[in-house]
């Protein structure tokens, strides 16, 4: 016979999971009320109910698990990047190469800025001549960095408000993610 874990644990198991007793009751067709005394011992639930909480906890817990996904699991790991001294068609060239929208500016390691399709387009349309200027003239704020440990919901955050950001592992840049990286990730599913 299996052993079940203890009451507290279920309780411990359950908030863990951020899953409230009344959401566990209406999962399991258990009313919310014994779920309370069970937690809190008042009852003494015959196996079959306990068995079949604990089950439904585990299997969530095991779910959530598997889906929890990192920078340095959805990243791409081959950054293409521009210097500042390049010029905007040496970017629009870039983007068009790597079929991207998107460039960090980096230089000696360091990440000064950033250029995005859309302000390349903004700025041909008021001025075509401006192709063959530097990039300086319109560079944005550099993309965001995160470690590599950062789960996707911050990451996902993160895109809301900007185009890229660049994963960092001990002071050295290992990759980027944009918004195709976390749609990739959905298509998994």
């Known amino acids: 016979m299996e052993i079940l874990p203890s009451l507290n644990d279920i ?3 359950r908030k863990k999971l951020n899953i409230s007793q009344k959401d566990l009751g209406d999962e399991l067709n258990i009313p919310q009320s014994t779920i309370s005394r069970i937690e809190n011992g ?3 639930p015959p196996y079959s109910k306990l068995k079949r909480i604990y089950e439904y906890l585990e299997n969530k817990r095991k779910i959530r698990e598997k889906s929890k996904k990192h920078a340095i699991d959805i990243m791409t790991s081959d950054i ?12 629009v060239d870039q983007m068009n190469n790597h079929e991207i929208s998107q460039l960090p500016i980096i230089e000696n390691n360091q990440n000064i800025g950033s250029i995005t399709s859309k302000k390349i387009q903004k700025s041909i349309t008021d001025n075509p001549e ?9 560079k944005e704020l550099p993309f965001p960095e995160i470690d590599k440990n950062w789960n996707v919901k911050d990451i996902s955050d993160l895109l809301l408000k900007y185009s890229a950001v660049l994963v960092k592992e001990n002071n050295e840049y290992i ?5 195709s990286d976390l749609l ?6």
Do not use: H, P, Y
């Open 130 to 138: 401006i192709i063959n200027m530097d990039i300086s003239l319109i």
């Open 42 to 44: 008042t009852i003494d």
């Open 80 to 91: 293409v990047f521009i210097n500042s001294t390049s010029t905007i068609r040496e970017a």
């Open 11 to 13: 309780k411990r198991l």
């Open 175 to 179: 990759g980027i993610i944009t918004d």
């Open 184 to 189: 990739r990730l959905s298509n998994k599913k």
